[in-house]
């Protein structure tokens, strides 16, 4: 079956512009997750959403970064007045209730 | 605090080597532990996980709680085996946030 799919595949934008990042997770999956993979900090743990549970937003780096998930599927990741240091693969993963995190493809942000 | 350790960047062994990717951790509490591969252009996947006792393509993982380590044993190394491996724990049953270590990249030479 189709797996968790992200869009962009590849994005670049200049300093200090705002950017939304698409996933699409396994349908029926109730768990959603946002990880960042950047050269010097390896892989990070964003944000997770479970059910209509409230996000675990405790690894979010800062205000400018936030998400939504809705309709309990689709999530939008935005950054907002994005700097250098947010270039990274940003990846998403979804689970269904008790099981393994299945990873999409990732974004990879580049920002000039 | 929690937190995943893999020491080793980089690991090179020829084909047909015993490898051991090492893996320790800190967590208050019981934490599931997992292996995840990356192959060369392809996406995070799930090698194994502690609570299975499986083996998946000859690998073996065994959790120590006395020495909080989870390392990831092959007898006999494939060139198909070269990928970057992360170890990860979550706090329950999986569904957590998983913590990460920083990876340790594999290279199997023929």
Same mark, same amino acid.
């Given at each position: 079956g189709a797996g968790v799919s992200q869009s962009p595949s590849n994005k670049v934008t200049e300093k200090g512009k705002d950017v939304e990042l698409r996933c699409d997770p396994i349908s029926g999956h109730t768990a959603l997750y946002w990880y960042r993979q950047s050269l010097g900090q390896g892989l990070e743990f964003l944000i997770y959403f479970q059910?209509? +549970?409230?996000?675990?937003?405790?690894?979010?780096? +800062?205000?400018?970064f936030s998400a939504e998930r809705t309709g309990g599927s689709v999530s939008t990741l935005t950054i907002q007045r994005t700097q250098q240091e947010d270039s990274a693969v940003y990846l998403c993963a979804s689970s269904p209730d008790s099981d393994t995190q299945y990873f999409g493809p990732g974004t990879r942000l580049t920002v000039l | 605090a929690q937190r995943v350790t893999q020491p080793e960047k980089l690991l090179s062994v020829f084909k047909g080597a015993p490898v051991e990717l090492k893996c320790n951790y800190s967590y208050s509490g019981s934490p599931e532990l997992f292996w995840y591969v990356q192959y060369s252009r392809q996406r995070l996947q799930l090698l194994l996980r502690h609570i299975s006792r499986e083996s998946i393509k000859g690998f073996t993982a065994d959790l120590n709680k006395g020495e909080t380590s989870f390392h990831l044993k092959k007898p006999f190394a494939q060139e198909e085996d070269s990928a970057m491996y992360y170890c990860a724990l979550s706090g329950r049953g999986g569904t957590d946030k998983l913590i990460f270590g920083t990876g340790t990249r594999l290279q199997v030479f023929p």
């Amino acid at each position: 079956g189709a797996g968790v799919s992200q869009s962009p595949s590849n994005k670049v934008t200049e300093k200090g512009k705002d950017v939304e990042l698409r996933c699409d997770p396994i349908s029926g999956h109730t768990a959603l997750y946002w990880y960042r993979q950047s050269l010097g900090q390896g892989l990070e743990f964003l944000i997770y959403f479970q059910g209509n +549970s409230a996000p675990d937003k405790s690894g979010l780096p +800062s205000d400018r970064f936030s998400a939504e998930r809705t309709g309990g599927s689709v999530s939008t990741l935005t950054i907002q007045r994005t700097q250098q240091e947010d270039s990274a693969v940003y990846l998403c993963a979804s689970s269904p209730d008790s099981d393994t995190q299945y990873f999409g493809p990732g974004t990879r942000l580049t920002v000039l | 605090a929690q937190r995943v350790t893999q020491p080793e960047k980089l690991l090179s062994v020829f084909k047909g080597a015993p490898v051991e990717l090492k893996c320790n951790y800190s967590y208050s509490g019981s934490p599931e532990l997992f292996w995840y591969v990356q192959y060369s252009r392809q996406r995070l996947q799930l090698l194994l996980r502690h609570i299975s006792r499986e083996s998946i393509k000859g690998f073996t993982a065994d959790l120590n709680k006395g020495e909080t380590s989870f390392h990831l044993k092959k007898p006999f190394a494939q060139e198909e085996d070269s990928a970057m491996y992360y170890c990860a724990l979550s706090g329950r049953g999986g569904t957590d946030k998983l913590i990460f270590g920083t990876g340790t990249r594999l290279q199997v030479f023929p």
